[in-house]
């Protein structure tokens, strides 16, 4: 199979994996004022850490669509500071995590190579809020990503993944470093831990449930 075919049938399965499920989540009586299935996503740029956070993460399976990474892409891609990296997404990453009882997170993993920018948009449709995640040695990778969501107004945090477990610059130096607004969360954490990026997640989640109840009182 043409590896264009494998990732056009990749990203048809985690959508439509996801609308089933979210689609009979709607369907059923509420049970709570949270909703049943949530899709996210999560962000970044190029080797930040997107796949190991999804892979770690997801309670089921995930999907990928890596391929690996080839000499004529070393003119457009920089790899300063990642070189031994691999292979690189060219659709998306995809899991699945519940959250206690009554909430399940669908997770989108974006590609982070400028190229394939465009399936941002078709992957952020449905989407109510995101991760961007940071490289703490290469921040500026991941300006595009904070700009896509403050444009498209979607509700994000910022989650600076410390490499080999190393965080040398605060959260605050962080928020400095983007220009973040104060009302984005900027959390410190590993991609590779389960909890670590389970607790980014929840953290998001906290955030818009507070967002909708906030909007329901005014």
């Known amino acids: 199979m043409a590896g264009s075919e494998r990732v056009a049938e990749t990203t048809a399965a985690a959508e439509n994996t996801a609308a089933a499920e979210i689609t009979a989540a709607a369907a059923a009586p509420a049970r709570s004022t949270a909703p049943d299935a949530v899709k996210i996503l999560i962000a970044g740029g190029f080797g930040v850490g997107k796949t190991t956070m999804v892979g770690s993460v997801s309670e089921i399976a995930p999907l990928r669509t890596e391929e690996p990474l080839t000499e004529a892409g070393l003119d457009v891609d920089d790899l300063a500071g990642i070189e031994e990296k691999r292979a690189t997404t060219v659709a998306l990453d995809f899991g699945r995590i519940s959250i206690g009882r009554d909430l399940v997170l669908y997770l989108f993993g974006t590609p982070g190579q400028q190229r394939f920018w465009f399936m941002w948009n078709d992957l952020a449709i449905g989407a109510l809020g995101a991760v961007v995640l940071v490289d ?74 507070d967002a909708a109840a906030g909007a329901a009182a005014s």
């Not at 477990?165 to 900027?186: F, T, W």
């Not at 991609?191 to 955030?207: C, Y």
């Open 136 to 209: 703490v040695r290469r921040p500026e990778s991941s300006f595009a990503a904070v700009d896509f969501f403050e444009r498209r107004r979607i509700p994000f945090v910022v989650a600076v993944n410390g490499f080999h477990g190393r965080h040398p610059y605060p959260a605050a130096e962080i928020r400095e470093a983007l220009a973040l607004p104060e009302h984005v969360q900027v959390l410190l954490c590993d991609a590779r831990e389960r909890t670590s990026s389970r607790d980014v997640l929840i953290a998001l989640i906290d955030q818009l449930i």
